[in-house]
Every structure is written in C-alpha cells, then in structure tokens.
Nanobody
Framework: QAQLVESGGGSVQAGNSLRLSCFDSGRTFDSAIHLGWFRQAPGKEREFVALMNWRGDRKYYGDSVKGRFTLSRNSAKNTLYLQMNSLKPEDTAVYYC?????????????????WGQGTQVTVSS
C-alpha cells in the first residue's frame, strides 16, 4: 500500500487545468524534508516536475512546467497540491508525489523514499 495517495488526474483538452492532490496516508510528511511531484510517460524515465521544502518557502519547478504549475499544501489536512494550468499534450503522464528525508534539495526521484501510486493525466491536442 502506498504511503501517499494521489488524486485529481483525468483527461482534458489542451489549455485546460487540473489540480492534483497528494494525501499523506502514511504520515510521511512527519519526517519529510522535501515534497515533490514527478511524472512518467510511457517509455520515458521518471521526470522531475516540482518540489518544495517542508515549510513551503522554497519551491522549484521543472523548466517545462515553470509558469504553468504551482505547488501548495494544506498542513492541517496533510495534503500537497499541484495546480496545473495551460496544460499541453506533452504533460500527459502518470504523476506521482513523493517525499525525501534529505536536507539537501533533491531533484532525482532516486532520492525520494516514499511514493504514491500515481494518477493519470491525459491532455488531448
């Protein structure tokens, strides 16, 4: 069973928006230093999308999503969000949230310990 549970994926037309949620079912946020979103398209390696430190005062975005995606969290609900605007067909992938215990900012998925099951995002042209 996944420690994190993603939701909010779906199929939309290019230019539309989706808001992904990541619920900390396993309470991994308690020990996490960084919270991140990654995505993986068929035949592709898992790709960094966005991350932030636990406090939420430092955020990083992949070049391909910068200016379109926004991270946020609701600490009381133990939920991480990824607001995705102006979606493009290239955004089509399974999106995963993950947490890392390392204090140094980590952009590689191999440095994250806990993962959700993923939620499918499909953007049609």
């Amino acid at each position: 069973q996944a420690q994190l549970v993603e939701s909010g994926g779906g199929s939309v037309q290019a230019g539309n928006s989706l808001r992904l949620s990541c619920f900390d079912s396993g309470r991994t946020f308690d020990s996490a230093i960084h919270l991140g979103w990654f995505r993986q398209a068929p035949g592709k390696e898992r790709e960094f999308v966005a991350l932030m430190n636990w406090r939420g005062d430092r955020k990083y975005y992949g070049d391909s999503v910068k200016g379109r995606f926004t991270l946020s969290r609701n600490s009381a609900k133990n939920t991480l969000y990824l607001q995705m605007n102006s979606l493009k067909p290239e955004d089509t992938a399974v999106y995963y949230c993950a947490t890392s215990v390392y204090r140094t900012v980590q952009f590689s998925p191999s440095e994250y310990q806990y993962w959700g099951q993923g939620t499918q995002v499909t953007v049609s042209s």
